[in-house]
């Protein structure tokens, strides 16, 4: 977004056709900001915590009629000259007043980490220092393995503080999982407005949910706007990365473009290559039997005309969930194997334009953008983590974990009785048999149900036995098949994998790990000092907010780190045995209390030993207040 907003234009009509689409809550608040005027926030308008995430904050028809016509009376002014528009955001009575507007009862809790998220265009979490400051002649060079979005923004921090950094990036753009994920109908599940950088202006987003191609170009554009993509090595793959005991540096060694090899020295090492980056296929009889072309959904292969071709997919998780209904249009026949039914949350805009009149509003009421932003944040701070709780006095089984989880449950399956109300055998299919939370809930405005509608789909719910050279055989019968798709997910659970890692002492990274991997805050693990983590594990949210969220919190985080280094004259720090164990069994405790530990339901939340090694179970706000400054006694100095 943009604070110099543009000029309130056009008439009366305009202006109230424009109100028809705006988000009424942020935009009373955006005025009242705007304005100084506390008649724009009337405590009768509060929005209720309880229904913040329902449309328009929960307002009836009459509220929101009064809100609408709150909003007019103060934009005519201001088109008319009567009022003036503040342009500048300040921290003064007014924003504190439209930000307790919003978050109610929870505005003093959490105060300083919606601030932040309110500040665009400043930039609260950027260092405020910088390495000339703290030792301006000591040699240090970060390496930071990955150019997704958290390799993106660890360089643009990096380059904040003056710290020397080279991004590895094994494929020839940056983007990461919005880069190699090119399958019809690829798109975000998460709001358009919470799934950017905080501090980046941006009120244009065409669709409320963006697709894939439309991240990739803003990724793209902050790599270039920010100075970042002529710190990156394209086409570069991290083999190993050692650490030096006696230079107490990194060694990177690297596949170049061109087939040789290269080694880098870092003196910290950032591995920004996330959790969903290698595409996992399913342990079949006879996968490679199949004589026709078959792909992973994560490597689509744009060359295979689906047109009129028999095709067979295997999975309904979230890709699926977006491709299928696309395929389905041109495919001769579409056999979709479902061995998980997934549950769906009703979004009926997923697909939608941003409205006309609430991008007119974004441009003309200065702040508006960043107020909805904080608006959709503050609705998912907590978000839907009281419904994932596990009552441990509810009856046992796989229905439900509480009371709450089996009204969430109900209300899920009304909605699924609805969409299947004409197909029994469906819906019998499409209801899942665990609670809801367990695996990740899916967005849907209705599209997943008319695919498998249609005369030339059929949902497969019998287990697979092999594939052959013509198909895909059940324990029920052959269904022969042109080609393949494999949306079987990621080996969510093989953090760092192919790479070879090793730190002090020789200690081998895999081998610590032995497919359990844990870090302290999900970032930093003992034996190997001056190594980063972002987005490793246990901090993948599921159930409330945005991943950006963590990436920028884990970046801030490493940053301070590493202005410890520089200003104590550190040359290494590690992580200490006992802090990391301590937080480990904290957070592990606290998974086995949501749907996701309790449910014995297959999901890519837990890796092979059972272990919930993917999900944070606790509030946005936690993890903020644990990753402002690091606490110097949780780490050796080496």
Same mark, same amino acid.
């Given at each position: 977004?943009?604070?110099?907003?543009?000029?309130?234009?056009?008439?009366?009509?305009?202006?109230?056709?424009?109100?028809?689409?705006?988000?009424?809550?942020?935009?009373?608040?955006?005025?009242?900001?705007?304005?100084?005027?506390?008649?724009?926030?009337?405590?009768?308008?509060?929005?209720?915590?309880?229904?913040?995430?329902?449309?328009?904050?929960?307002?009836?028809?009459?509220?929101?009629?009064?809100?609408?016509?709150?909003?007019?009376?103060?934009?005519?002014?201001?088109?008319?000259?009567?009022?003036?528009?503040?342009?500048?955001?300040?921290?003064?009575?007014?924003?504190?007043?439209?930000?307790?507007?919003?978050?109610?009862?929870?505005?003093?809790?959490?105060?300083?980490?919606?601030?932040?998220?309110?500040?665009?265009?400043?930039?609260?979490?950027?260092?405020?220092?910088?390495?000339?400051?703290?030792?301006?002649?000591?040699?240090?060079?970060?390496?930071?393995?990955?150019?997704?979005?958290?390799?993106?923004?660890?360089?643009?921090?990096?380059?904040?503080?003056?710290?020397?950094?080279?991004?590895?990036?094994?494929?020839?753009?940056?983007?990461?999982?919005?880069?190699?994920?090119?399958?019809?109908?690829?798109?975000?599940?998460?709001?358009?407005?919470?799934?950017?950088?905080?501090?980046?202006?941006?009120?244009?987003?065409?669709?409320?949910?963006?697709?894939?191609?439309?991240?990739?170009?803003?990724?793209?554009?902050?790599?270039?706007?920010?100075?970042?993509?002529?710190?990156?090595?394209?086409?570069?793959?991290?083999?190993?990365?050692?650490?030096?005991?006696?230079?107490?540096?990194?060694? +990177?060694?690297?596949?170049?473009?061109?087939?040789?090899?290269?080694?880098?020295?870092?003196?910290?090492?950032?591995?920004?290559?996330?959790?969903?980056?290698?595409?996992?296929?399913?342990?079949?009889?006879?996968?490679?039997?199949?004589?026709?072309?078959?792909?992973?959904?994560?490597?689509?292969?744009?060359?295979?005309?689906?047109?009129?071709?028999?095709?067979?997919?295997?999975?309904?998780?979230?890709?699926?969930?977006?491709? +299928?209904?696309?395929?389905?249009?041109?495919?001769?026949?579409?056999?979709?194997?479902?061995?998980?039914?997934?549950?769906?949350?009703?979004?009926?805009?997923?697909?939608?334009?941003?409205?006309?009149?609430?991008?007119?509003?974004?441009?003309?009421?200065?702040?508006?953008?960043?107020?909805?932003?904080?608006?959709?944040?503050?609705?998912?701070?907590?978000?839907?983590?009281?419904?994932?709780?596990?009552?441990?006095?509810?009856?046992?089984?796989?229905?439900?974990?509480?009371?709450?989880?089996?009204?969430?449950?109900?209300?899920?399956?009304?909605?699924?009785?609805?969409?299947?109300?004409?197909?029994?055998?469906?819906?019998?299919?499409?209801?899942?048999?665990?609670?809801?939370?367990?695996?990740?809930?899916?967005?849907?405005?209705?599209?997943?149900?008319?695919?498998?509608?249609?005369?030339?789909?059929?949902?497969?719910?019998?287990?697979?036995?092999?594939?052959?050279?013509?198909?895909?055989?059940?324990?029920?019968?052959?269904?022969?098949?042109?080609?393949?798709?494999?949306?079987?997910?990621?080996?969510?659970?093989?953090?760092?994998?192919?790479?070879?890692?090793?730190?002090?002492?020789?200690?081998?990274?895999?081998?610590?790990?032995?497919?359990?991997?844990?870090?302290?805050?999900?970032?930093?693990?003992?034996?190997?000092?001056?190594?980063?983590?972002?987005?490793?594990?246990?901090?993948?949210?599921?159930?409330?907010?945005?991943?950006?969220?963590?990436?920028?919190?884990?970046?801030?985080?490493?940053?301070?780190?590493?202005?410890?280094?520089?200003?104590?004259?550190?040359?290494?720090?590690?992580?200490?045995?006992?802090?990391?164990?301590?937080?480990?069994?904290?957070?592990?405790?606290?998974?086995?209390?949501?749907?996701?530990?309790?449910?014995?339901?297959?999901?890519?939340?837990?890796?092979?030993?059972?272990?919930?090694?993917?999900?944070?179970?606790?509030?946005?706000?936690?993890?903020?207040?644990?990753?402002?400054?690091?606490?110097?006694?949780?780490?050796?100095?080496?």
């Amino acid at each position: 977004m943009t604070w110099a907003a543009e000029p309130i234009t056009g008439g009366d009509d305009v202006i109230r056709r424009a109100l028809l689409d705006a988000e009424l809550p942020s935009l009373l608040a955006a005025l009242g900001a705007a304005t100084g005027d506390p008649a724009l926030l009337p405590e009768r308008l509060r929005p209720s915590p309880a229904k913040r995430l329902l449309p328009q904050g929960g307002y009836t028809l009459p509220e929101q009629d009064e809100a609408r016509s709150l909003a007019f009376a103060a934009l005519t002014a201001a088109r008319d000259g009567r009022l003036r528009l503040r342009r500048d955001p300040v921290d003064d009575e007014a924003t504190m007043r439209a930000v307790r507007f919003l978050a109610g009862g929870d505005a003093d809790r959490y105060l300083p980490l919606l601030l932040d998220e309110l500040a665009a265009p400043h930039d609260p979490a950027a260092p405020r220092w910088h390495k000339d400051d703290l030792a301006p002649d000591r040699p240090f060079h970060v390496v930071v393995v990955g150019a997704g979005m958290s390799g993106l923004l660890a360089g643009h921090r990096l380059g904040q503080a003056g710290i020397p950094y080279t991004i590895v990036e094994k494929n020839d753009d940056v983007g990461g999982t919005w880069l190699e994920n090119g399958y019809p109908g690829c798109r975000v599940d998460v709001s358009s407005h919470l799934y950017g950088y905080s501090f980046v202006e941006h009120d244009d987003w065409p669709s409320y949910f963006s697709t894939r191609d439309v991240l990739l170009d803003y990724f793209r554009r902050f790599a270039d706007d920010r100075g970042v993509r002529e710190h990156i090595r394209f086409g570069t793959e991290v083999l190993s990365a050692g650490f030096d005991d006696d230079t107490r540096t990194w060694k +990177v060694r690297v596949r170049t473009p061109d087939g040789g090899a290269d080694v880098l020295t870092a003196h910290a090492v950032v591995c920004a290559v996330g959790q969903l980056n290698r595409p996992h296929y399913p342990d079949i009889d006879g996968r490679h039997d199949f004589a026709g072309p078959s792909f992973h959904s994560a490597r689509w292969d744009h060359d295979v005309d689906l047109t009129g071709r028999r095709v067979a997919v295997i999975g309904t998780g979230a890709s699926a969930f977006q491709f +299928v209904p696309e395929i389905a249009r041109t495919a001769g026949s579409l056999a979709v194997f479902q061995r998980t039914a997934p549950w769906l949350a009703p979004t009926p805009h997923y697909h939608d334009p941003v409205a006309d009149g609430l991008r007119r509003l974004f441009r003309q009421v200065p702040g508006y953008a960043q107020w909805y932003r904080f608006w959709l944040f503050n609705a998912n701070v907590e978000g839907g983590l009281p419904s994932v709780h596990v009552d441990p006095a509810w009856p046992a089984g796989e229905r439900a974990v509480s009371a709450v989880n089996d009204e969430r449950r109900a209300l899920l399956t009304a909605y699924l009785e609805h969409l299947f109300a004409d197909r029994p055998d469906l819906l019998r299919a499409a209801v899942p048999d665990y609670p809801p939370g367990a695996k990740r809930m899916l967005r849907d405005n209705g599209v997943w149900a008319a695919a498998l509608k249609r005369d030339n789909v059929t949902l497969v719910t019998d287990p697979i036995r092999r594939i052959t050279e013509d198909g895909i055989v059940t324990a029920r019968q052959a269904y022969d098949a042109d080609v393949i798709v494999y949306a079987t997910g990621f080996s969510a659970s093989d953090f760092l994998v192919p790479m070879t890692v090793t730190g002090r002492g020789g200690a081998d990274l895999h081998k610590r790990w032995n497919g359990d991997a844990r870090a302290y805050l999900g970032m930093t693990v003992p034996e190997f000092p001056n190594l980063f983590l972002m987005y490793g594990p246990n901090t993948n949210i599921v159930i409330n907010g945005s991943i950006i969220f963590f990436s920028e919190c884990q970046a801030h985080y490493i940053l301070q780190c590493l202005r410890l280094l520089l200003r104590d004259g550190h040359r290494a720090l590690e992580c200490r045995e006992d802090v990391h164990d301590a937080y480990n069994e904290l957070v592990d405790a606290a998974n086995r209390e949501r749907a996701w530990g309790a449910s014995t339901v297959n999901s890519w939340y837990k890796n092979a030993h059972g272990r919930v090694s993917q999900n944070w179970p606790f509030t946005l706000m936690e993890y903020w207040e644990r990753t402002r400054l690091p606490d110097p006694d949780d780490y050796r100095p080496r």
